[in-house]
């Protein structure tokens, strides 16, 4: 069992930068891969992040390329998500995942978290 708690969201101006935070309890995390989601309100949950196990590689949504940077550290068991340049359409509840390394799509992941909000204002 995995239990994954986030934090670091918050309200921020457009432009801004965040640091989401996602610490994991249980030893065995480190076999899978972890992601970032986010969700925001009247939408789908979308991929925002993922990374490989031991950090190795990253993949990205296209919408944060070039903007997020998502990292891990299995000795804190803590993943993490590096924000800047954010505009509004970044809005939305965040959470982290594990599962299937690199894996784009929600049902490839069997642990979450419990979301932590970013708001981002014009």
């Known amino acids: 069992q995995v239990q994954l708690v986030e934090s670091g969201g918050g309200l921020v101006q457009a432009g801004g930068s965040l640091r989401l935070s996602c610490a994991a309890s249980g030893s065995y995390f480190t076999r899978y891969g972890m992601a970032w989601f986010r969700q925001a309100t009247g939408k789908e949950r979308e991929f925002v992040a993922g990374?490989?196990?031991?950090?190795?590689?990253?993949r990205y949504a296209d919408s944060v390329t070039g903007r997020f940077t998502i990292s891990r550290e299995d000795a804190n068991n803590t993943l993490s998500l590096q924000m800047s340049r954010l505009t509004p359409e970044d809005t939305a509840a965040y959470y982290c995942?594990?599962?299937?390394?690199?894996?784009?799509?929600?049902?490839?992941?069997?642990?979450w978290g419990q979301g932590t909000q970013v708001t981002v204002s014009s």
């Open positions: 995942a594990v599962g299937r390394p690199l894996a784009t799509s929600q049902e490839d992941y069997f642990f």
């Open positions: 990374i490989s196990r031991q950090g190795v590689s990253a």
